[in-house]
Structure formats: C-alpha cells, structure tokens
C-alpha cells in the first residue's frame, strides 16, 4: 500500500521569500506518479505540480519546482517568491500502477501563511 | 467549459436518511473518484471508478456506494448517514493516466454534509 506523509503541519513564510514544503512516500512500486495540490480558504483544489518516477529531471511549473529526490523518496515541494495569494494548504499525493492508477493517496497537508 | 460539478453544495440531513450526492464531468474522462476531508487526515478516497460500470474501493469505503452507469456521471449514495460521515466530500476525474500516472485529477468544488 502507497503512504504519503507530509511532517509539517504548519509554516510562516515571508513574502519574496522561497519556501520549502516536504513530502515523503513509501511505496513498493517501480512506476508511480507524484502531484502537489494547493486548496485556498476558499476550499477548491487547484493542481499545482507532477513528478512521474520514471522523470530525471525535477518538474518546474513557473514558481513551482519538485525536489524528486527517488532514493529518499521524497518530493519536496518549493514555491520561489513566496506571494500573499500563496497562503493555503497544500497536499502532496501520488498514484501508482499496482491500482492500475485508479487510487490516488493525499498526505495531511501542509498550512502556509505568507506574511508581508 | 470543462469541469466537474458536485450537487449540492451544501447539506444538512438527519441520522438514517438516504441520501445522494451527484457528480457530473464534462470532459470524458474515464477516471473518477470520490474523496472526503476531515481536519487533519487530508483527503482519503471512498471510492473510484476507471470506466462505466467499473467501481473499486478506496481506503475508506464503509457506508457509502457509488454506481458508474454513463461516463460522465459518479454519484455517492449514503444509505443509512451517521454523524461520522459529517465531513467536506469532493469528487473528482481525470483522463486515463498514462505510462507514470500522469494525468491530474479535476476537482469539483466540494460538498459540505453535516449529519446531525
């Protein structure tokens, strides 16, 4: 079975600044897909980002990148110039083929407050 | 325009009385999946489909059942509420991943059920 964990809960970051949210997976599982999700106080859930395993290079998506690091398993995610509108929880989650892709596994989620 | 809508938005209903939420997509996605999320465990998946009348359970599938007559549609059936289902319910589609898993699920905007 797919874990995800997401070990902080909370986090202040200051404006213009670069923040690092961390994600960690287990799974036994060669082809697999990594996704971050942002849901704003508003409560949508908007994509942000995705990694498939099989990726060498970390994914980029405008001020977004993934730190796909596959020994560690982990798939941290970095916002660059951090901005107010930033502030929401973001969930880290991944597929893998064993379901035939069918089940997707979120982590806790990670609060993040911009501040100015 | 493409996206997924979840009726209704909100609900408030008693112990024992059945009822159901709709999920409706208009991108033909053969994926779809029901989520609920509760304070502090992110978003855990009830149940999923991968095509017309092809259901699977997701981790936390016990008092709910969907059904997957026609691609577009995936409702959620409480049967029989109890307060412990009281939670923020989304559904959600994508395409049919490729190789890695790679196709990002499209969420509806939510449905906020409270069980009393």
């Known amino acids: 079975a797919q874990k995800i964990t997401q070990t902080q809960p909370g986090m202040f970051v200051q404006e213009k600044e670069a923040v690092t949210l961390d994600c960690t997976y287990d799974?036994?599982?060669?082809?697999?897909?990594l996704f971050w999700y942002k849901q704003p106080s508003s409560g949508e859930m908007i994509f942000l980002i995705y990694?498939?395993?099989?990726?060498?290079q970390n994914a980029t998506e405008g001020r977004y990148s993934l730190n796909f690091q596959k020994a560690r398993k982990s798939a941290n995610l970095v916002i660059s110039a951090s901005q107010l509108g930033d502030s929401a929880m973001y969930f880290c989650?991944?597929?893998?083929?064993?379901?035939?892709?069918?089940?997707?596994?979120f982590g806790a989620g990670t609060q993040v407050v911009v501040t100015p | 325009e493409a996206q997924v809508t979840q009726n209704p938005r909100y609900l408030i209903t008693v112990t024992g009385k059945k009822l159901t939420v709709t999920c409706s997509q208009n991108?033909?996605?053969?994926?779809m999946s029901w989520y609920r999320q509760d304070p502090g465990l992110g978003l855990r998946q009830i149940y999923y489909?991968?095509?017309?009348?092809?259901?699977d359970k997701g981790d936390v599938p016990e008092g709910y059942k969907v059904s997957r007559k026609e691609k577009r549609n995936f409702p959620l059936i409480l049967e029989s509420p109890s307060p412990n289902q009281t939670s923020l319910y989304f559904c959600?589609?994508?395409?049919?991943?490729?190789?890695?898993?790679?196709?990002?699920?499209?969420f509806g905007p939510g449905t906020r059920l409270t069980v009393l």
């Open positions: 489909s991968m095509n017309v009348e092809v259901t």
């Open positions: 991108m033909n996605h053969e994926y």
């Open positions: 799974t036994s599982d060669q082809s697999y897909g």
């Open positions: 959600a589609s994508s395409p049919r991943p490729g190789l890695a898993g790679g196709s990002e699920q499209f």
């Open positions: 989650a991944m597929r893998a083929v064993t379901d035939s892709w069918g089940k997707l596994q």
């Open positions: 990694q498939g395993s099989y990726d060498e």
